[in-house]
Nanobody, 122 residues
Framework: QVQLVESGGGLVQAGGSLRLSCAAS????????MGWFRQAPGKEREFVAA????????YYGDSVKGRFTISRDNAKNTVALQMNSLKPEDTAVYYC???????????????WGQGTQVTVSS
């Protein structure tokens, strides 16, 4: 079992940056692949980024490649999402998730945080 709590969301102007953080409970955080997802009103949940438990492999959605960076600190049980060059279309609730299964699909994630709102103004 792992519990996840996101933080760092807020309001930012287009072109700005935000850093989201996700704190995980549990002593086996290093065994989990971690992902970030987002959902805008009226849209399906979108897979934003993921990081394999080893830290060696990453995944980024096409819409965020080159702008977002996922990282983890296993000593602190945290995973971060650095978001640069933000656009109004990045506005959404961002969720942190964890899995010991298939880390490259939305359905593979078993544990989810409550989400944090990111709003990008034009």
């Amino acid at each position: 079992q792992v519990q996840l709590v996101e933080s760092g969301g807020g309001l930012v102007q287009a072109g700005g940056s935000l850093r989201l953080s996700c704190a995980a409970s549990g002593r086996t955080f290093g065994n989990y692949a971690m992902g970030w997802f987002r959902q805008a009103p009226g849209k399906e949940r979108e897979f934003v980024a993921a990081l394999h438990w080893s830290g060696r492999n990453t995944y980024y959605g096409d819409s965020v490649k080159g702008r977002f960076t996922i990282s983890r600190d296993n000593a602190k049980n945290t995973v971060a999402l650095q978001m640069n060059s933000l656009k109004p279309e990045d506005t959404a609730v961002y969720y942190c998730a964890a899995t010991v299964g298939n880390w490259l699909t939305v359905d593979g994630y078993n544990y989810w945080g409550q989400g944090t709102q990111v709003t990008v103004s034009s």
